[in-house]
Each structure stands twice: as C-alpha cells, then as structure tokens.
C-alpha cells in the first residue's frame, strides 16, 4: 500500500471560503443546460450521445458542443483547430462567439503553467457572450505507468510544473489561480472524476468490489478507460453539472459499449456502487464542486486508512460526504497511539510503531451539527525491502510491439522503476524499448540480437530501500510483415508532389479493400527517412477522379495513419495521426498537427502524392526505432465510394491498432 502524503486541507480550504454556496442535491425541475466541452480522448471517455440519453433520462434537455483532439491540451486548442466538433457550434471561437453557453468543461493535460494559460485565455473569450457561464475543469487520472496509483494523486509538488494532470493537488491550485486570474466570472468547479477513481481504488483495497484488485483493472491501455470508467466520468459530469445524485442514472449503453481489456458486465451492483462512489465525492468536495447533499446526514466516506510502516513518517487525509461541508473531524470512544494526531480537517499523521492493528473510531460532524462514524483500523506493516524475482524476458521478435511486467516482492508501498546509472548514461536497454516506472517493459525492439541490462526498484518510504538486478532479452529476426525504411541524405528529396528521385521505390502495394471495391483504383508507396524527417509518397492510378463533396476523405484522396509510438492503442491518441490528401492538394488532419507538408501532382493515369513530417512533429526520433503506419486509397466511381488500405481495417479512422510496422534504423557511423 502507498505511503499517504496531502496538501494541507486547511490552506485551500481557507482558499475556498470565498466561492458561492454549494447547490443542494436533490434533484430539480428539468431544465435546459447548455454546455461546450474542450479536451482530448479523454473528454471523449463521457461517450456524447450516451451521456445526453443519461441527461434527458431526468427530463432534462442537454444542449452541447465540443472541440476535440486526440491527444491535445487546452494550449494547443487556443492555436489550433480542433478534429472534431459538433454542429451546429462548430470550433470553439466561432461557438464562444456566435451562442450563448451556461456552462463550459476544460480538460488540462500538459504542464501547469502552459495549462492555466490556456485556461485563463478562454475564459477571457467565452466571457464577453456569456458573461455567466459556468466553467468546470475536469480532474483526470494518472498513466497506467505511473506506478503507485494512490501516491500519485496524493503526491505534494512545491508548485505543479510539469505534467501532473493525474495529481490531486494539480486541480486544487489550478481552481485557485484561474479564480484569481478572472475575479468578475463565478469561480470555476471541478468535475472530479479522477478523484472518484480514487475513492473506488481504495474501495478496492477494502474489498469492497467484487472481481477487482486493482485500479489498473478498469483501464484499457495506458491511460484510457473501459465502459466502467466511462460510466464514472460520465457520472462525475452529470452530477457536477446538474447537482443531482447519479444513483439510479441508466448504465445499460455503457454496458455494451466494449472494446477493451478494461471492459466489465456493468451489473446492478457494480452500477449502483459507481453511482455512490461519485456521489459521494462530489458532495465531499463541495467547496471544490459547488454540489452538497445537506438533506443527507454526512458519512466516513473513507473505506480504509491508509497502511503505516514501522519507524516511517505517515499522513493519511480522510473523506466524508454528504451533509454540509466542511467537516469536523474527530476520535469517539477510541485512542489515538502514541505520536499520532488528528486534525479536525481529517488529517491522520504521526510516525508508524509496532507492525499490528489498532481499531479507530472515527466521527465526522458538518456544518449543521450532524455527526456519525465508523470504525476503522490503523494497520502497521513491517519495514521490509524490495526483492526483483523475473529472470529472462521472453524472447521477441523485432518490429512486434510487446509489454512485459518485471516482478519484485517485497518492500513498503507501491514500487518505482528506472534504469540504475547516473546523469546521461543509464543502463542501456535494447533499441526501441522503455521501462516504465510501474515496472512494465514496453516497446518494439528493432535489432535482433542477445541484450543484458540493469533495472532498478524503489519502495515507497521516506527513506527508501533501492534494490537493483540484471535481466537478459532475446530479439529475435523480424517477421516478413515487418518493413524496414531506407535511410536517405537530408538533401536527396525534394518536395514537390512529383516522386522522380530515384530514392524513391514504391513497393506497398495498397490493395486490401476494406470498404466497396475492389474498384479500378490501384495504389503503391513509399517511406523514407531523409536527415530525420519522415517522407512518404503515395501513387494511385484511377481512371476517374472525383474532388468537389469538401470532404477529403469522401472525395479521392490518399489516407495516411500514423502511430508513432508504435503502442497499438485502440483510439486515437497524442501519438496518432490520420492526415488525409485529394488529388488538388487539399489537406485535413485528424490528430495534432504542425509543419506537416504535402503536394499532389496530377498524372496521365491519376496522381501522386510526396508528405513529409519532421521528427519534432512525429515526437520520435527516426533512428533505431517502430512507428505504426497504413496508408490507404479513397476512389468514388457512378457515386459509390471504395476504401483500401495497406495493413489495417475498415476502423482505421478510429483504432490504430492494426497498422503495419516500419523499422528505422540508425545508419551506421560514418554513413549518411
């Protein structure tokens, strides 16, 4: 179990005296709300049209718009247009400034302070028309690579500067910036979905959720949820938005919305304890949500304390909810051990004793005077230090994306992974690899050969125990599907559409037709990577063209995919990237996006297409290292439209998954 750390509840509780009464819970008369969302995928985890059915399931009537892009920030969405909108609203300028919004949803996803200037530019911009819209900003969860899920959320920062969207203390201050920086709008709220997530994880560690030991289990990859954590989100929406309890909301969408490992039978039970679960953090952060239940008696929202460690400092902050905050906290009829104190803002802290359990009695009283409690135990584990039990990895083939999680037992709370070295040289894993700090070996090894390499694990303490090991990797040949791109000089390739460089061998042919077809349209490519910058031109041969719908991709054109991490997620992230190309040169990108080039040339027999994206576009340097890719055809003939494409499916617009592999490797010294 994680070793507990806070920030001190008293300051921002203080912080937030200032902030309106909190609306009452129960629910209303229906009503219209109006409300504009701006994020990434993981806005998108609110499933749109299940979320309105949920919304007008109560009666009310949801009015919304969005701007979207996979992987983007509230930054990029102020100098950028979105991949997706909804109509009629349209991107978020046009929306701020043409309608009238009661509330707006902000998703932080980068560092800190580029966040909270983005944030403070929009609310400076949906003012002006909407002078009393409310703004929330959506709390998040950490990567699945994080590690320890609890010492993450409650890590304590002297000041949020990098991306520390998953960290509880991130939001807290973000609030109180952001309302300082616009003093004349209402403050804004949080939505807190990533903080309900954290309320259920410890309801896990309790026992309390039948067929779940951990958080991790309601992921379907490294930071995206399954339909189980979509239903939390979309609660954590609802509820915050409307003030009302989500308990009874239907969840019978959501429960066959599967796609991924994270996936769960959304039964009655498991229903209605998400349902709880975000009521209850949305009333016990009232000051924050702006959302109380004072017709409901206040409770011991906490299942369990967190688990101390002999002779280690420790700092546990309870959680209460329902009734009026802020909570009194405070011992009935029990004792605290020696050293340890509680303070009446719920802070447990003290210095961990003799491994055992203590039973603790533990009251809350809010603002009306009404109390109750619960008994929980304080349990001591012995200090004890991590052992790394994996020996060999098993063997993999180079250009097949793999993850493998390193073993260790032992040790105090959740473990830290890294590579042992100092400064700049660390141990060197096989090309294409990474370790995350959870301890998962992840990535597409690129050169076949035997590998040896140290790792390192840290336990959780104040003063942690640090143990390290050398493991050993076989990388085996890569398989025929695999390609592996020629490395070009810098200067060999001019940009102009035309593909007569002798670089240039267009040997893939695109012929898996995935939508109508097989049509007369025929197509072949090429990739390259000259001086770090990808190329990949495109030849299609079609005896009839059509471009006027204003839609590239229901018009002719070439679709290019791209996953440059190579990490076979099945939606869109900040790594992804389709960019479709017509035959006059019209571009559109789905994905973030800059200095993207590409021309098209008309030929006898159809056209050609040459695109190129430098590396500090790609976020990856194209030198021993995988990135996904599929390049596909549009053709439409007498009005029907055919699709084909490389590698993937006919889900390529949604679900980079199935891509083809291309292999770049560094050249060799001395070479070009």
């Given at each position: 179990?994680?070793?507990?750390?806070?920030?001190?509840?008293?300051?921002?509780?203080?912080?937030?005296?200032?902030?309106?009464?909190?609306?009452?819970?129960?629910?209303?008369?229906?009503?219209?709300?109006?409300?504009?969302?701006?994020?990434?995928?993981?806005?998108?985890?609110?499933?749109?049209?299940?979320?309105?059915?949920?919304?007008?399931?109560r009666g009310h009537k949801p009015?919304?718009?969005?701007?979207?892009?996979?992987?983007?920030?509230?930054?990029?969405?102020?100098?950028?247009?979105?991949?997706?909108?909804?109509?009629?609203?349209?991107?978020?300028?046009?929306?701020?400034?043409?309608?009238e919004w009661d509330a707006v949803t902000l998703q932080p996803f980068s560092t800190y302070g580029?966040?909270?200037?983005?944030?403070?530019?929009?609310?400076?911009?949906?003012?002006?028309?909407?002078?009393?819209?409310?703004?929330?900003?959506?709390?998040?969860?950490?990567?699945?690579?994080?590690?320890?899920?609890?010492?993450?959320?409650?890590?304590?920062?002297?000041?949020?500067?990098?991306?520390?969207?998953?960290?509880?203390?991130?939001?807290?201050?973000?609030?109180?910036?952001?309302?300082?920086?616009?003093?004349?709008?209402?403050?804004?709220?949080?939505?807190?979905?990533?903080?309900?997530?954290?309320?259920?994880?410890?309801?896990?560690?309790?026992?309390?959720?039948?067929?779940?030991?951990?958080?991790?289990?309601?992921?379907?990859?490294?930071?995206?949820?399954?339909?189980?954590?979509?239903?939390?989100?979309?609660?954590?929406?609802?509820?915050?938005?409307?003030g009302e309890s989500p308990v009874g909301l239907p969840s019978a969408d959501f429960d066959k919305d599967r796609s991924g490992r994270g996936d769960r039978d959304l039964t009655p039970e498991l229903t209605k304890l998400i349902q709880e679960t975000v009521w209850e953090t949305v009333t016990g952060h009232a000051p924050l949500t702006g959302v109380s239940a004072p017709e409901t008696p206040p409770v011991v929202a906490s299942p369990r304390l967190g688990v101390a460690v002999e002779g280690v400092p420790y700092q546990f902050q309870l959680l209460g909810a329902y009734g009026t905050p802020p909570?009194?906290?405070?011992?009935?009829?029990?004792?605290?051990?020696?050293?340890?104190?509680?303070?009446?803002?719920?802070?447990?802290?003290?210095?961990?004793?003799?491994?055992g359990r203590i039973p603790l009695t533990l009251q809350i009283k809010d603002q009306s005077g009404r109390s109750a409690t619960r008994e929980l135990a304080l349990v001591t584990e012995a200090n004890t230090q991590p052992a790394i039990v994996s020996e060999a990895i098993p063997s993999q083939p180079a250009g097949k994306?793999?993850?493998?999680?390193?073993?260790?037992?032992?040790?105090?709370?959740?473990?830290?992974?890294?590579?042992?070295?100092?400064?700049?040289?660390?141990?060197?894993?096989?090309?294409?690899?990474?370790?995350?700090t959870d301890g998962t070996l992840r990535g597409t090894p690129v050169?076949?050969?035997?590998?040896?390499?140290?790792?390192?694990?840290?336990?959780?303490?104040?003063?942690?125990?640090?143990?390290?090991k050398t493991l050993t990797l076989t990388v085996l040949p890569a398989g025929p599907?695999?390609?592996?791109?020629?490395?070009?000089?810098?200067?060999?390739?001019?940009?102009?559409?035309?593909?007569?460089?002798?670089?240039?061998?267009?040997?893939?042919?695109?012929?898996?037709?995935?939508?109508?077809?097989?049509?007369?349209?025929?197509?072949?490519?090429?990739?390259?990577n000259a001086g770090g910058t990808l190329y990949i031109g495109v030849e299609v041969t079609a005896p009839n063209i059509q471009e006027n719908t204003g839609d590239p991709a229901q018009d002719d054109s070439v679709e290019i995919y791209l996953d440059l991490f190579n990490n076979r997620e099945a939606v869109y992230n900040a790594d992804d990237r389709r960019i479709t190309i017509t035959p006059g040169g019209k571009v559109s990108v789905v994905g973030r996006n800059a200095v993207l080039r590409a021309l098209a040339k008309r030929t006898p027999t159809g056209y050609t297409i040459e695109a190129s994206l430098p590396s500090y576009n790609t976020q990856v340097k194209l030198a021993d290292a995988a990135i996904g890719v599929d390049v596909g055809i549009n053709t439409v003939h007498e009005g029907k439209r055919a699709r084909a494409v490389w590698r993937g499916t006919d889900a390529n617009d949604t679900d980079p998954s199935q891509f083809g592999t291309v292999i770049f490797l560094e050249p060799p010294k001395g070479g070009e």
């Amino acid at each position: 179990m994680a070793i507990q750390q806070f920030f001190p509840l008293p300051v921002l509780l203080l912080s937030l005296c200032a902030f309106a009464a909190p609306a009452s819970g129960e629910p209303g008369a229906p009503k219209e709300l109006r409300f504009y969302m701006i994020g990434n995928s993981l806005t998108d985890q609110v499933k749109y049209d299940f979320f309105q059915k949920m919304i007008e399931s109560r009666g009310h009537k949801p009015v919304w718009g969005r701007s979207m892009t996979p992987g983007a920030p509230i930054n990029w969405h102020w100098n950028n247009k979105p991949a997706f909108t909804q109509a009629p609203f349209g991107e978020l300028r046009k929306a701020f400034a043409e309608y009238e919004w009661d509330a707006v949803t902000l998703q932080p996803f980068s560092t800190y302070g580029s966040e909270l200037e983005g944030a403070k530019q929009m609310l400076g911009l949906v003012k002006p028309k909407s002078p009393g819209v409310q703004v929330y900003i959506y709390s998040q969860w950490m990567s699945a690579t994080s590690g320890d899920f609890d010492r993450i959320f409650n890590e304590i920062l002297p000041k949020p500067t990098g991306s520390t969207s998953g960290i509880r203390q991130f939001y807290e201050l973000f609030l109180q910036e952001l309302a300082a920086a616009h003093p004349d709008m209402k403050p804004p709220r949080l939505i807190p979905a990533g903080h309900a997530l954290y309320l259920f994880n410890q309801k896990i560690q309790a026992g309390q959720v039948p067929g779940y030991d951990s958080i991790w289990q309601v992921y379907n990859d490294g930071i995206h949820l399954g339909n189980v954590g979509s239903y939390f989100v979309a609660c954590s929406f609802f509820a915050t938005l409307f003030g009302e309890s989500p308990v009874g909301l239907p969840s019978a969408d959501f429960d066959k919305d599967r796609s991924g490992r994270g996936d769960r039978d959304l039964t009655p039970e498991l229903t209605k304890l998400i349902q709880e679960t975000v009521w209850e953090t949305v009333t016990g952060h009232a000051p924050l949500t702006g959302v109380s239940a004072p017709e409901t008696p206040p409770v011991v929202a906490s299942p369990r304390l967190g688990v101390a460690v002999e002779g280690v400092p420790y700092q546990f902050q309870l959680l209460g909810a329902y009734g009026t905050p802020p909570y009194v906290w405070s011992l009935a009829g029990s004792a605290l051990p020696e050293g340890f104190t509680l303070l009446p803002e719920g802070v447990l802290s003290g210095q961990g004793g003799k491994a055992g359990r203590i039973p603790l009695t533990l009251q809350i009283k809010d603002q009306s005077g009404r109390s109750a409690t619960r008994e929980l135990a304080l349990v001591t584990e012995a200090n004890t230090q991590p052992a790394i039990v994996s020996e060999a990895i098993p063997s993999q083939p180079a250009g097949k994306y793999f993850e493998h999680k390193i073993q260790a037992e032992g040790g105090n709370g959740g473990l830290t992974w890294a590579l042992p070295g100092r400064g700049r040289q660390p141990s060197a894993l096989p090309p294409g690899l990474a370790l995350a700090t959870d301890g998962t070996l992840r990535g597409t090894p690129v050169r076949p050969g035997e590998y040896s390499f140290a790792v390192q694990a840290q336990d959780a303490d104040p003063a942690p125990d640090v143990v390290s090991k050398t493991l050993t990797l076989t990388v085996l040949p890569a398989g025929p599907d695999v390609v592996f791109a020629e490395t070009v000089a810098a200067k060999a390739l001019k940009l102009d559409g035309v593909l007569d460089e002798p670089e240039w061998k267009l040997e893939h042919k695109i012929e898996k037709w995935v939508e109508g077809g097989p049509a007369q349209a025929t197509g072949r490519f090429g990739i390259l990577n000259a001086g770090g910058t990808l190329y990949i031109g495109v030849e299609v041969t079609a005896p009839n063209i059509q471009e006027n719908t204003g839609d590239p991709a229901q018009d002719d054109s070439v679709e290019i995919y791209l996953d440059l991490f190579n990490n076979r997620e099945a939606v869109y992230n900040a790594d992804d990237r389709r960019i479709t190309i017509t035959p006059g040169g019209k571009v559109s990108v789905v994905g973030r996006n800059a200095v993207l080039r590409a021309l098209a040339k008309r030929t006898p027999t159809g056209y050609t297409i040459e695109a190129s994206l430098p590396s500090y576009n790609t976020q990856v340097k194209l030198a021993d290292a995988a990135i996904g890719v599929d390049v596909g055809i549009n053709t439409v003939h007498e009005g029907k439209r055919a699709r084909a494409v490389w590698r993937g499916t006919d889900a390529n617009d949604t679900d980079p998954s199935q891509f083809g592999t291309v292999i770049f490797l560094e050249p060799p010294k001395g070479g070009e």
